[in-house]
């Protein structure tokens, strides 16, 4: 595979951030950032995973947690560049990051997970990158279904005549509603993905599509490895059946509406 730059995808959490680094001469590096030194079965799987570890903060006084916060997000932020540059000219590296969900009911972890990410956005962008690109939760969704599965295609006729797609899995499921599972699952179902991850998770397919949550940290990783891959393999009759969904028209029509009013 012959690449224009370097690729890093970033899914930040604040217990479990997964980082996919794809270079132009096609080597991967996996990273995970985590807040606890345990290492589960999941972990020890993806043995060629570097693993960083810090301790959550514990203080009694509200102004000391928050400057202790602050303090271990600049210093994880600071590995996680540093991680980058070991292996990356940042000049010819894109980096893309997922933005937020902003349906989380913890308002609290919400806002620790802004400042959090928009450190190491802040950290990045001051070395020149390429190009730094943040994807909409429901754009990697609905770009991985894009990238996977074969488009329905339905013609729209009256006053406004048009061709609408859409992206569902084998099971029916619509990208944009796509979850944890159906990420993992899209990779196994990608013929143009080829990467260790995948490789080694197929013998344990079976067992993990199973269980009630994909397990940390193959859930971030593979967040991460979707934010590299939808844009490598995201064609432009691909971003052109992306902009004519069925959602896309909707979202056309309600800023037309209100442009009107």
């Known amino acids: 595979m012959n690449l224009k730059t370097n690729y890093v995808g970033i899914d930040t959490s604040l217990s479990s951030t997964g980082m996919y680094i794809l270079t132009k001469e096609g080597k991967e590096y996996y990273f995970n950032y985590k807040n606890n030194n345990k ?3 999941w972990h020890k799987v993806l043995s060629y995973t570097k693993y960083t570890s810090y301790d959550n903060i514990k203080t ?3 102004g000391t947690t928050e400057i202790a916060k602050l303090l271990q ?3 994880i932020t600071t590995k996680m560049l540093n991680d980058i540059k070991e292996v990356c000219n940042l000049e010819e590296t894109t980096v893309i990051t ?5 349906s989380s009911s913890n308002t609290s972890s919400l806002i620790d997970l802004i400042g959090y990410a928009t450190l190491l956005r802040t950290k990045i962008l001051k070395h020149n990158v390429y190009d730094f690109i943040i994807k909409p939760p429901s754009s990697l969704k609905m770009e991985t279904g894009a990238c996977t599965y074969e488009p329905n295609i339905k013609e729209i006729g009256g006053k406004n005549p048009r061709t609408e797609y859409s992206f569902k899995n084998p099971l029916g499921l619509s990208a944009g509603n796509f979850q944890k599972h159906d990420m993992l699952e899209a990779m196994f179902d990608n013929v143009n993905i080829n990467i260790n991850i995948k490789k080694t998770l197929l013998e344990h397919k079976t067992d993990i599509l ?4 994909i397990p940390k940290p193959i859930d971030d990783i593979i967040d991460a490895v979707w934010l590299v891959y ?3 393999l995201k064609t432009d009759n691909i971003q052109y059946m992306l902009d004519n969904t069925t959602s896309a028209h909707t979202k056309r029509k309600k800023k037309v509406k209100k442009k009107k009013k």
């Open 98 to 102: 997922e933005g937020y969900s902003y």
């Open 60 to 62: 009694d006084e509200y």
């Open 230 to 232: 939808t844009e490598i």
């Open 73 to 75: 997000y600049d210093n």
């Open 39 to 41: 290492l589960s079965k």
């Open 210 to 213: 199973k269980m009630k949550s």
